[in-house]
């Protein structure tokens, strides 16, 4: 095999390699960034009521791991008015987990577009 013939194929084997690499990296990162994250499944949530209005819970299977009393984003703990509130705004928190946001935060422009009165 003369010296030419052995540069072709290590140019070949380099080519090779780079688009092994690089299908298995872009490939690995759609799977890290979709919206089947490994922590969040089977979620769903659970309005209970307390003193004065609504709360809700975020339960993955049988365990509870947010549990919200008041209105998020809102100074004190002033609770939901209705059981229908608590529900629209667990609903987003949800949404917000699926996507692979967290904390699943909760600005008052979101409060606002839900119609949730908290002023």
Request: charged letters at 20%.
């Given at each position: ?31 890290n960034n979709g919206t089947n994250s490994e922590g969040f499944r ?7 009521e307390q003193n004065g209005g609504w709360g809700y819970r975020i ?39 699926k996507k692979g946001t967290f904390p699943p935060t909760i600005t ?12």
């Open positions: 095999m003369n010296v030419r013939s052995k540069y072709k194929l290590i140019l070949i084997c380099l080519i090779a390699f780079a688009g092994v690499a690089y299908f298995y990296f872009s490939t690995r990162s759609e799977v089977n979620l769903r949530a659970q309005t209970f339960v993955q299977d049988t365990t509870a791991f947010i549990e919200q009393r008041g209105i998020p984003g809102i100074p004190g703990m002033v609770p939901f008015k209705t059981k229908n509130e608590a529900e629209t705004v667990a609903s987003l928190v949800i949404q917000k987990l008052n422009q979101e409060l606002d577009s839900l119609s949730i009165n908290y002023k």
